[in-house]
């Protein structure tokens, strides 16, 4: 089973600061096998991104995904206050899918 | 918009049987996707469950598998996860899924329902 570490536990930024949220996996994903999501407070997760870095329907070009092999990256240029949430990344590999255990992302 | 929702007790009892349903709106469950479970056990990370396809085809988390059955009802628009034997490690927020038409990522959430084991 990948096991997925994501890094760091807790990201405090400001608005129109740029977060850069990072998912470790055991051994290497292929790229069309790594999304990620937001879950806000209260709401079900979202999709933002999938296949390592296609957006989801909807999602604001802010939002981008990068990396390969086994470090993959979600990055959120200019932050707005409705960003705060959890973010999690998941890969799918042999029959199994695993998350990690997320990053919450606190807007001052 | 595709919709899914959780059903299901609240509370259940150590050794018993956690049985929950998703009902799904604005989509057919017969269509040709993977619809899945995962839970969230209370301060710890997301865990897959399992997925059931529209046929009847299923696939579970191997640490898991022993214990949870998944099945569809095309005549309700639904489908259902039961997991025997349960503990107080099952207790979690349970989430019902709908996968990709690759089924490499999830593309649709419910809201998520709180499952507590307690006698």
């Known amino acids: 089973e990948v096991v997925l570490t994501q890094s760091p536990g807790t990201l405090s930024l400001s608005p129109g600061e740029r977060a850069t949220l990072s998912c470790r996996a055991s051994?290497?994903?292929?790229?069309?096998?790594l999304a990620w999501y937001q879950r806000r407070p209260g709401q079900a997760p979202r999709l933002l991104i999938y296949?390592?870095?296609s957006r989801a329907t909807g999602i604001p070009d802010r939002f981008s995904g990068s990396g390969s092999g086994t470090d993959f990256t979600l990055t959120i240029s200019r932050l707005e206050p409705e960003d705060s949430a959890v973010f999690y990344c998941?890969?799918?590999?042999?029959?199994?899918?695993?998350f990690g255990q997320g990053t919450k992302l606190e807007i001052k | 918009q595709l919709q899914l929702q959780e059903s299901g007790p609240g509370l259940v009892k150590p050794s018993e049987t956690l049985s929950l349903t998703c009902s799904v709106s604005?989509?057919?469950?017969?269509?040709?996707?993977?619809w899945g479970w995962i839970r969230q056990p209370p301060g710890k990370g997301l865990e897959w469950i399992g997925n059931?396809?529209?046929?009847?085809?299923?696939f579970y988390n191997p640490s898991l598998e022993s214990r949870v059955t998944i099945s569809v009802d095309t005549s309700k628009n639904q489908f259902s996860v039961k997991v025997t034997a349960v503990t107080a490690a099952d207790m979690a927020v349970y989430y019902c899924?709908?996968?990709?038409?690759?089924?490499?990522?999830?593309?649709?959430w419910g809201q998520g329902t709180l499952v507590t084991v307690s006698s």
């Open positions: 059931v396809y529209y046929s009847g085809n299923t």
């Open positions: 899924a709908r996968f990709s038409g690759n089924y490499r990522f999830v593309e649709y």
């Open positions: 998941q890969q799918y590999g042999s029959s199994v899918y695993t």
């Open positions: 296949g390592t870095s």
């Open positions: 051994q290497s994903v292929r790229s069309s096998d």
């Open positions: 604005g989509d057919s469950i017969s269509s040709p996707y993977y």
